[in-house]
């Protein structure tokens, strides 16, 4: 069995093995997220009109406990839509940092809370661990608060396509063989977003919209873009091994939607992005088609909108 076989195992495993696995440590992080989840959010949801109807919505790097978490982009991103199925693909809460310094504003309690919220309306919601929560890993297999954890899964889009759900790092060469130096970049990734958080503020001020410092970096550096495409195309490649249609990851930061061929098959590569950066979600309408959404952009357009409204009005 190669390693992509081993990662995406059908978790057919015994929930007591996994039970088994779990360290005095682990047991007290899982016990304190779920004492996280209040019984009233800081922030009620927002009454809209009609919220946007999904079949499926992929989100994944929020970094809850972090201050470089667009907390408030998630709250409305939730506030204004729905979906039939819910897939949290990674680095939900940030334990690294957690485990540094303890930070959690009322507005991560109100994101927790509209997650457990669409559960218990019936939404079906699957956490699939990163390597910034990887003390929820042993835990696959289980169900908290009607929140699915598993270690990966595998996704039927309504057009018959079958799509391989995971977090990604398992293909990060720095995580898997340099993990200290993985821990020194997020030292220096956090530094990097504290200057993004002072640029937003500014930007606020004077009325622009959300733009992020260290995206724009990103795709300017030759060395952070060849990283990105070598990645994706072991992620799509590690795909094609398994004989689905496509994979949907995160764990790079960078939404993006590409196609591979390996071996004569054509996979399709989904990276939903994140909530530090770019606040971007994967979603699938009702007949299959898949839409990044970059969600800066939709409320810089719902703003338009509201603001053109009045003029319709007295026009009409």
């Given at each position: 069995?190669?390693?992509?076989?081993?990662?995406l195992?059908?978790?057919?495993?015994?929930?007591?093995?996994?039970?088994?696995?779990?360290?005095?440590?682990?047991?007290?992080?899982i016990?304190?997220?779920?004492?996280?989840?209040?019984?009233?959010?800081?922030?009620?949801?927002r009454?809209?009109?009609?919220?946007r109807?999904y079949?499926?919505?992929?989100?994944?790097?929020?970094?809850?406990?972090?201050?470089?978490?667009?907390?408030?982009?998630?709250?409305?991103?939730?506030?204004?839509?729905?979906?039939?199925t819910?897939?949290?693909?990674?680095?939900?809460?940030?334990?690294?940092?957690?485990?540094?310094?303890?930070?959690?504003?009322p507005e991560?309690?109100?994101?927790?809370?509209?997650?457990?919220?669409?559960?218990?309306?019936?939404?079906?919601?699957?956490?699939?661990?990163?390597?910034?929560?990887?003390?929820?890993?042993?835990?696959?297999?289980?169900?908290?608060?009607?929140?699915?954890?598993?270690?990966?899964?595998?996704?039927?889009?309504?057009?018959?396509?079958?799509?391989?759900?995971?977090?990604?790092?398992?293909?990060d060469?720095?995580m898997?063989?340099?993990r200290?130096?993985?821990?020194?970049g997020?030292?220096?990734?956090?530094?990097?977003?504290?200057?993004?958080?002072?640029v937003?503020?500014?930007?606020?001020?004077?009325?622009?919209?959300?733009?992020?410092?260290?995206?724009?970096?990103?795709?300017?550096?030759k060395?952070?873009?060849?990283?990105?495409?070598?990645?994706?195309?072991?992620?799509?490649?590690?795909?094609?091994?398994?004989?689905?249609?496509?994979?949907?990851?995160?764990?790079?930061?960078?939404?993006?939607?590409?196609?591979?061929?390996?071996?004569g098959?054509?996979?399709?590569?989904?990276?939903?992005?994140?909530?530090?950066?770019?606040c971007?979600?994967?979603?699938?309408?009702?007949?299959?088609?898949?839409?990044?959404?970059?969600?800066?952009?939709?409320?810089?357009?719902?703003?338009?909108?509201?603001?053109?409204?009045?003029l319709?009005?007295?026009?009409?």
């Amino acid at each position: 069995m190669d390693r992509s076989e081993s990662i995406l195992a059908e978790e057919d495993h015994d929930v007591t093995d996994a039970l088994n696995q779990t360290t005095s440590e682990n047991v007290a992080d899982i016990s304190q997220l779920l004492r996280i989840a209040p019984a009233e959010p800081h922030r009620p949801e927002r009454i809209v009109g009609e919220r946007r109807k999904y079949r499926t919505i992929w989100i994944s790097d929020v970094h809850l406990g972090t201050k470089g978490c667009n907390a408030e982009l998630l709250i409305d991103f939730l506030d204004h839509t729905d979906s039939e199925t819910l897939y949290l693909v990674g680095d939900i809460i940030d334990g690294w940092r957690l485990k540094k310094r303890f930070f959690w504003p009322p507005e991560h309690n109100d994101i927790v809370w509209r997650v457990l919220k669409r559960a218990k309306r019936g939404t079906r919601i699957v956490y699939i661990p990163g390597n910034h929560d990887e003390m929820v890993r042993p835990f696959s297999g289980m169900n908290f608060g009607g929140v699915e954890i598993q270690r990966a899964a595998f996704h039927d889009t309504a057009d018959g396509r079958r799509l391989m759900v995971l977090h990604g790092d398992e293909f990060d060469t720095v995580m898997l063989a340099h993990r200290w130096l993985a821990f020194i970049g997020d030292a220096a990734y956090h530094l990097m977003m504290k200057v993004n958080g002072w640029v937003s503020a500014v930007r606020t001020m004077f009325g622009l919209p959300y733009w992020s410092i260290s995206k724009a970096a990103k795709h300017k550096v030759k060395n952070a873009v060849e990283f990105i495409s070598k990645y994706e195309e072991v992620v799509a490649r590690a795909a094609a091994e398994r004989g689905v249609d496509g994979v949907v990851c995160g764990h790079i930061h960078t939404a993006e939607f590409r196609r591979f061929t390996h071996a004569g098959r054509e996979v399709e590569y989904w990276n939903d992005g994140d909530w530090v950066e770019g606040c971007n979600a994967l979603v699938e309408h009702q007949d299959g088609t898949m839409e990044i959404l970059h969600w800066p952009d939709e409320i810089a357009r719902r703003t338009l909108e509201n603001a053109a409204e009045p003029l319709r009005t007295e026009a009409a």
